[in-house]
């Protein structure tokens, strides 16, 4: 009950023990308690005072606790004192309260977003960097184990003769390519067409690929492009980018997401930004120029592909291609203005026929292998 | 009732396992008279007056990718610990978003990125210098080694964030605390659970009692100790009907579909007489609706079992919690209010998504707050201020785990 505007009857403990006392508040330049029994008066700093209980101008009940003063309390049962303190006070209010307290959060959540503004405007890719620094034994490794998920009862196409002619192509390719790459390539039996990089200079050709190529100057530009990939480190910084988005997963999910065991996932559906695709094509024009091999049939092959896309025959999901590296009509133009050399076939009629039926007298596998199996990063509760 | 020469209180601190239990004290100095002031908790407003801070949080968590979510939790506390009263008087929630958050953030580096990189990088690594042999075979060992670990860190982290919400709980400016081992707590909590699961789930009210009686006993309420003087023995009948309940749902499930699928028994033992391949049916609606029904009666069995279970160690565990030699107070839960208080919390936060999740704290809390009876007088300024150092972080652990020690 107030004596006047400014003066307030309240309970006031002295941080001590759990006892307290009848005391009266009087609201001023500071909060003057005085407490029955007690001669000297408490003042509290108005702006060193917090509101215990979410406090508003029409709040029945006041609960305070000073800065100053650990373990004081205030406790005011009028329905005029509220108005009265946050008139004092008007930094008590829940509301301005409640802006000041989440101030960090808004804080770190501006800072996260302008780090990956920027990260993202500058083109800049953390995850190459960390690429760039694994050993190579580390790289391979990694690979044989996403080709072990790959190929998951799928088995490769191992025909001598399509073999041999396939690591013939590949020699040629790779003292083409001036680095000291050591790429392996490998036909597995997925009939939806498609090619891969992956970690450690291991590429992956389909047989749906060999099968809808019409020369081995195709098979040719695809796997140049393919070892573009590999010689930027595509493949380990999509490894890479994968693990770090799985932990900032982790981290804005609150752990509860189960992100560690999507990461064999992920790296499967590893998909590179148009800038990563044109430094392939660059380096595939580069490596076929220096093994004298035409891009022509490799624009050409993209062209008849992005033709039937939009026209599928079997109305399937074949042309899987497209969906990690989109036709573009630079790329065609690209490859087509290059083709200014003489040029001989990337393979001898022989060698492209038994390429040819290198996954010949084996059952087609229609789909991609089933995903990994999932592990949980902790454990349930 | 008031008992002389004794003084006593009680307070509602939180704690851990499955929902809040209220529990009373001990004084360290028991002072010669008694000046007993008499006790009484009660609720103040209604849990459904949090359902707007919910929506709120949910939104601003949404536009923050989740950084809000530790200052929304904390602000959902700082309401539903006022709604809480002893003698009229609020009680105080004082931990900030900034702590919960910082918690996690260091939770986050030393836990879950080792994590992450335990169960990606270290197969790699361990063929890399160990062979295509050797590797693998090594690789398991350090990730199941790792397992353990972290299976080791649960009770711990149980243990911390009932810890930190106590020293963040205040009544008259007086804090709580938590003054044991968590890693004595975290290696009780493990070694029961492996040793339970061994034991076909027999060891459950032991365990319970165990890990209650090392909490209680750890949690001071300014210097004021709790203690918790309960067996495990008189837990053991209500979990006997436990599984007599399971095997009457059995039962119930087993007769109700042979009940359902009577005709198709009946044709098809027709059909074996005959000689003739029998010609399945194709299934009725009223079949499906009898198979889900009769799993539904089967599972309402378990469930009120449990519940009575439940609401009966709560019971015990509350009654058999001292404060100076005194048993001063009564909770009153039974199985049924318990169960719809369960169920329709459960349909509460999955049906709105989480939004209302703090108002089903809140009705958590309140279903105790409001059971509870209180007998006897406290000495309140005989009971001192904790010393005890409150710590920085806030419970990333217990987060990052996914474990609560409060709803």
Known sequence: ?381 | MIYAGVDRQRTHLVRGGFMSVPAIGETTIAPPVATGEPVRVSWEGSPWSLAGLGLLNTVLTILTLGIYSFWGRTEARRRIWSMIRMNGEPFVYTGTGLELFLGYIIVFFIITVPTILTFSVVPYVATYLLGPIAGPIVGAIVVVSYMVFIYLLIGTAVYRAMRYRLTRTQWRGIRGAVVGSHWLYGWHYFWTFIANYFTAGWMTPWRSNLLHRQLTNDMRFGETAFKYKGKAGPLYPPFVLVWIGGLIAFVIVIGGMALVSWTRIQESVEAAETGQPPVPAPLQWTEIAGIYGVFAMGGLVVLIFGAHYFARTLNYFTNNTTFAGVTGFKLRASALSLLWMQISNFLLAVLSLGILSPVAQARRLRYVVERLEILGGVDFPAIRQSTVAAGKRGEGLATAFDVDAFS
């Open chain 1, 1 to 381: 009950m107030s004596m006047d505007t400014t003066t307030f009857a309240a309970r006031w403990s002295d941080g001590q023990t759990a006892g307290s006392y009848r005391a009266l508040v009087r609201l001023g330049h500071a909060l003057e308690i005085a407490p029955e029994g007690v001669t000297e008066p408490v003042r509290w700093s108005p702006h060193r005072t917090m509101a215990s209980v979410p406090l508003w101008p029409s709040s029945a009940e006041v609960l305070l606790r000073s800065l100053d003063h650990p373990g004081q309390t205030i406790y005011v049962e009028d329905p005029g004192f509220a108005a009265a303190l946050l008139k004092v006070a008007p930094h008590l209010a829940a509301g301005s309260k409640r802006w000041r307290d989440i101030r960090p959060g808004l804080t770190v959540t501006a800072a996260v977003a302008l780090v990956t503004g920027a990260v993202l405007a500058l083109d800049l890719s953390p995850a190459a960097y960390v690429a760039s620094l694994l050993p190579k034994d580390i790289r391979t490794i990694a690979g044989q184990q996403v080709l072990q998920v790959f190929t998951q009862g799928q088995g490769y196409c191992e025909a001598p003769e399509g073999n041999a002619a396939l690591q013939t192509l590949t020699q040629k390719l790779k003292s083409a390519s001036n680095t000291d790459a050591e790429f392996t390539v490998a036909v597995v039996n997925w009939e939806l067409v498609n090619a891969f990089a992956l970690p450690g200079e291991q590429i992956v050709v389909t047989r749906g690929l060999i099968e809808k190529a019409q020369s081995g100057d195709e098979v040719a530009g695809v796997v140049a492009h393919e070892m573009g990939h590999g010689i930027e480190l595509h493949p380990e910084a999509g490894m890479v980018r994968a693990i770090g988005i799985a932990a900032a997963a982790e981290l804005v999910f609150t752990g509860s997401s189960g992100t560690v065991g999507t990461l064999g996932t992920q790296m499967l559906e590893l998909s590179y930004s148009r800038s990563a695709e044109r430094e392939a094509d660059e380096h595939a024009l580069r490596i076929l120029k220096e093994a004298r091999i035409s891009p022509k049939p490799l624009a050409e092959f993209f062209d008849r592909l992005a033709k039937e896309f939009d026209e599928p025959e079997d109305g399937s999901d074949a042309y899987e291609l497209f969906s990690t590296h989109p036709p573009s009509p630079e790329r065609s133009k690209l490859a087509a203005e290059a083709a200014t050399y003489d040029s001989e076939p990337a393979m001898t009629s022989a060698d492209w026929a038994a390429l040819k039926a290198v996954c010949a007298g084996q059952p087609t596998v229609e789909d991609a292998p089933p995903e990994p199996s999932q592990q949980p990063p902790l454990p349930p509760t």
